[in-house]
């Protein structure tokens, strides 16, 4: 009779671990890759953004509403810093005018920094103007290296 307990226990064993190793598949499947940005629509390219944050340890992150947003998609707070974030979610580069908006808007909502985050990179006048206005730039490249960082 003890040993039927035994196999009971072995066989709950295996089914627990085997339902724990399909969790975890399906965690790591429903992650997004970085490829997946180029997918989105503008709106959810914005959540997507603001959970990015989230995850890289911003807090207050609030998702502006869609329209009369004051060229700013997202606003947050790390370490004291308050930030005004403009999503751009492109098919070619990102100019000058996504860095005036978030300038305009950083001012509005009474923050401390200003960014621009992008699925692409930005034009070499956007990148000027930005250094001039004080706008940081998170392109391709820097929200591939947070996604890394958050893995």
């Not at 953004?49 to 606003?75: H, K, M, P, Q, W």
Request: aromatic share 10%; proline share 2%.
């Amino acid at each position: 009779m003890a040993e039927k307990g035994i196999y009971i226990g072995i066989g709950l064993l295996a089914v627990a671990v085997s339902v724990l190793g399909i969790l975890l598949i399906l965690r790591i499947f429903r992650r997004r890759r970085p490829g997946d940005m180029d997918l989105m629509e503008g709106h959810e390219f914005e959540y997507y953004c603001a959970d990015l944050l989230r995850r890289a340890g911003f807090l207050e992150v609030e998702v502006t509403r869609g329209s009369g947003d004051y060229g700013v998609d997202i606003l947050a707070e790390l370490g004291g810093v308050t930030y005004a974030v403009q999503c751009k979610r492109y098919d070619g580069p990102v100019g000058v005018k996504a860095v005036q908006e978030v300038y305009a808007g950083r001012d509005y909502y009474d923050r401390m920094v200003g960014v621009v985050m992008t699925n692409q990179y930005f034009t070499r006048p956007a990148v000027e103007v930005a250094r001039k206005l004080r706008i940081l730039l998170w392109d391709r490249g820097y929200l591939e290296g947070m996604l890394e960082d958050l893995s």
